[in-house]
């Protein structure tokens, strides 16, 4: 039960560390932040996955101990009405009545996360999802008490910590790997985002284009993208480029910066970006 409790605790994190970054994402660049705040939403999500990775290996670390010591818990009785109440007669409807609003919650968050491709959101609509698994898992362990079998309560909520341990792992790599800029994934982290692609092909349409290079990285929910553009025509560059950037923001609005950069080959890029050239930014 301890160990359910603090599972349901930490499941207001995400949530808390979403609605701040909802507020801080939204203002614009300034003095010192020249590309914005959308990074608020990195934050979030880092303090989420340390919060839960944390605090699962705690509670590990605290169930197996418990366990290793052969420690037998009991639960003890209150007088409800003049009688003598078991507390596990308690504990169990508690917990049965708390796992399918937050499961529920957790299903109706996902298509929502996908939306606003916003990765704490769907950090914690992953930990609402999966909240029946310590629902269940606490159940057990009080039943297990109720009958006798001392173990059961430190292996259910070795069960719990291993869940949370779990989310808190995946969520930290996934972290990691957006600081890092590493090739941006969907926002379950199933596979790689189409947007650099679809960019790419974009851009392939355009006549003046003769050859292209996307890379792009995510910041918070937005993308930040450079495009490197072999031209095959040079005549009125810079307007061609302008109007190439305009129709290219408007295509995604997932897409919040993108500098095309015109190269004379892509044969041997890291040696064309580190010349200068021609460029143009986005919003």
């Known amino acids: 039960m301890k160990t359910a409790w603090f599972e349901d605790i930490l499941s207001l994190i995400p949530a808390a560390a979403f609605l701040v970054a909802s507020r801080v994402r939204h203002q614009g660049p300034d003095q ?10 990195t934050v979030a999500f880092l303090c989420a996955a340390l ?34 109440v078991w507390l596990g007669w308690l504990m169990l409807p508690a917990l049965l009545w708390s796992a399918p609003p937050t499961a529920a919650l957790g299903r109706a968050k996902l298509p929502l996360a996908e939306a606003l491709h916003d990765k704490v959101l769907h950090a914690d609509a992953t930990m609402n999802k ?69 960019v790419e092909r974009r851009l392939r349409r355009y006549t003046w284009v003769a050859d292209v290079e996307v890379r792009m990285r995510v910041e918070g929910h937005v993308f930040f993208g450079e495009a490197f553009v072999v031209p095959a ?5 810079a307007a061609k480029i302008e109007r190439a950037v305009a129709e290219v923001l408007a ?17 041997e890029p890291s040696e064309q970006r580190s010349k200068p050239g021609l460029a143009s930014r986005g919003r």
């Open 32 to 41: 010192h932040f020249p590309y914005g705040y959308h990074r608020a939403v």
């Open 51 to 84: 919060a839960l990775f944390c605090m699962g290996a705690f509670l590990l670390f605290d169930a197996v101990s418990a366990l290793l010591a052969f420690e037998h818990p009991t639960i003890g009785t209150v007088v409800v009405l003049g009688q003598q």
């Open 130 to 198: 999966a909240d029946w698994l310590t629902a269940g898992a606490a159940m057990v362990g009080v039943l297990g008490i109720g009958l006798g079998l001392w173990w059961a309560d430190a292996v259910a909520a070795v069960v719990i910590s291993l869940d949370i341990l779990h989310d808190g792992v995946k969520n930290l790599r996934a972290v990691v790997s957006d600081l890092m800029d590493s090739e941006p994934t969907t926002v379950d982290h199933s596979g790689p985002e189409t947007l650099p692609a679809d």
């Open 233 to 237: 025509d040079n005549e009125d560059l």
């Open 251 to 267: 295509s995604d609005w997932r897409l919040h910066d993108l500098v095309i950069m015109p190269v004379t080959s892509l044969a």
